[in-house]
């Protein structure tokens, strides 16, 4: 996330006082506008999107919510992908990333965050395949590891296993995961935020989650 939301999380949430003018060129140019423009990118539970009415959910809409309030101005989500959220919030496309971006180091390069979440990154993979079994089976280039195009998930797993190989796409409008091509075996194993491992467990019972979700 901007610095925008670092400031409104430094602290005390709600006793932050909206800068004077002329103390923030960015809460100028948002008062201005007369709208705060929130990069969005879904990634469950954090931020996901009701199908039947396109209202965004989870923490990161109310946090957007809350900072458009202390504002007193409307929010307005714009739709990104993961490959160029990064690169839209360096051209002033939008004036935050809602996104629950993990706070990588070539991320945190070039953007501020405001860290309020934590988790980790876990695979899917069939009951039935044994070519995986621990996180260290997925350095191989025996192994096809599924992958979303631009994600943290992404940079950090190429680093960590640099003999695997990797299936990349761009992640559909929507969210979601890539559990189906693992099913039908296209994929060995596909990687997902980790508050997930127990709801696909119980939802797919075909498949194991590594590392275990309980560990």
């Avoid at 101005?73 to 160029?84: A, K, L, M, R, T």
């Avoid at 939008?94 to 993990?102: E, H, I, M, S």
């Avoid at 992404?154 to 695997?164: G, I, R, T």
Wanted: aromatic fraction near 6%; charged fraction near 20%.
């Amino acid at each position: 996330m901007t610095g925008l939301a670092a400031a409104a999380l430094t602290g005390t949430a709600m006793a932050q006082t909206v800068p004077a003018l002329g103390q923030s060129p960015t809460v100028d140019a948002i008062k201005k506008a007369g709208k705060l423009r929130a990069g969005v990118a879904i990634a469950w539970p954090w931020l996901g999107q009701d199908p039947k009415t396109g209202k965004y959910i989870g923490a990161a809409a109310d946090l957007g919510e809350k900072i458009a309030q202390t504002l007193g101005v409307p929010i307005e989500y714009i739709p990104s992908g993961w490959d160029v959220i990064v690169a839209g919030l360096q051209a002033k496309q939008f004036d935050l990333a809602l996104a629950p971006l993990f706070a990588t180091p070539k991320r945190m390069a070039v953007i501020d965050f405001a860290n309020y979440a934590e988790g980790g990154t876990c695979y899917e993979v069939l009951k039935t395949n044994n070519k995986v079994n621990t996180l260290g089976d997925l350095n191989s280039a025996n192994v096809v590891t599924g992958t979303f195009t631009g994600t943290g998930t992404e940079q950090e797993f190429v680093k960590k296993y640099p003999k695997a190989k990797v299936n990349s796409v761009v992640q559909a409008p929507g969210g979601g995961t890539r559990v189906l091509e693992v099913i039908s075996g296209r994929l060995d194993a596909s990687a997902f935020d980790s508050p997930l491992a127990l709801a696909l467990e119980s939802k797919y019972p075909q498949i194991k989650v590594v590392p275990e979700a309980h560990e």
